[in-house]
């Protein structure tokens, strides 16, 4: 069972907040991954990193921030929430490609954000 | 640009009958396609990773299966717990992974 935790589980906060989703693995993974989906829909990738202080941008366009400063956490950051960031954010992570091991990916539980 | 469609976009079968969902895709230059199963209001847990064509994996009542452009989950007398959303993402090399949008299974008793 993969070893990665995502809180809160449940958020619902009001027009302008910041937040921060909180996102940690206890796997050593190098590779950690932001993805959002919304009900019924694709996982689209908002950010990944490949290790400590390393960050990069996804493929879709995102209005958050992560940092990536141990291992083990990378939490992202909303500086002012709005109604079009409801939806569900998904934390995953696995080793680093390049070592030639195993690629999959390993999922947390997920963050459901409501913005009202 | 990389692409993953997923077939039927939802399933319903009753328990103990067989069938298959498709993963199609187009990559330039597969790594790695990948299996997973999501129940409602969590996240995808990973079943399989097929690497080249003419693998098979196999775990329980599951078989995946993958060609050059498509990939097969066989479900093999299904039972209800093994109703869920299948997911099929594939990875291009040295880049990150794109899912499809998966199958929704119902599996009825």
């Known amino acids: 069972e993969a070893d990665i935790y995502q809180t809160p589980r449940y958020l619902v906060i009001g027009t302008g907040k910041k937040i921060t989703l909180e996102c940690s693995q206890t796997m050593g993974h190098d590779k950690m991954y932001w993805y959002q989906q919304d009900p019924g829909m694709e996982l689209h990738l908002i950010h990944y990193?490949?290790?400590?202080?390393?960050?990069e941008k996804g493929d879709l366009s995102s209005e958050s921030t992560v940092s990536r400063i141990r291992t083990e956490h990378f939490p992202l950051t909303l500086e002012s929430a709005r109604p079009s960031h409801t939806s569900q954010y998904l934390c995953a992570s696995s080793e680093y490609a390049l070592r030639g091991t195993r690629d999959e990916q390993y999922f947390g539980p997920g963050t459901r954000l409501t913005v009202t | 640009e990389d692409q993953v469609t997923q077939s039927p976009e939802a399933l319903r079968l009753q328990e103990g009958e067989s069938s298959s969902l498709n993963c199609s895709y187009t990559v330039s230059g597969l790594r790695g396609l990948f299996w997973y199963r999501q129940d409602p209001g969590k996240g995808p847990e990973f079943l399989f990773t097929?690497?080249?064509a003419g693998e098979e994996k196999e775990k329980e009542r599951l078989k995946a299966t993958l060609t050059k452009k498509e990939s097969f989950l066989h479900i093999t007398a299904p039972k209800p717990e093994d109703s869920a959303t299948y997911l099929c993402?594939?990875?291009?090399?040295?880049?990150?992974?794109?899912f499809g949008p998966g199958t929704r299974l119902s599996v009825l008793p």
């Open positions: 097929l690497y080249s």
């Open positions: 990193s490949y290790g400590v202080n390393s960050t």
């Open positions: 993402a594939v990875q291009a090399r040295g880049q990150n992974f794109v």
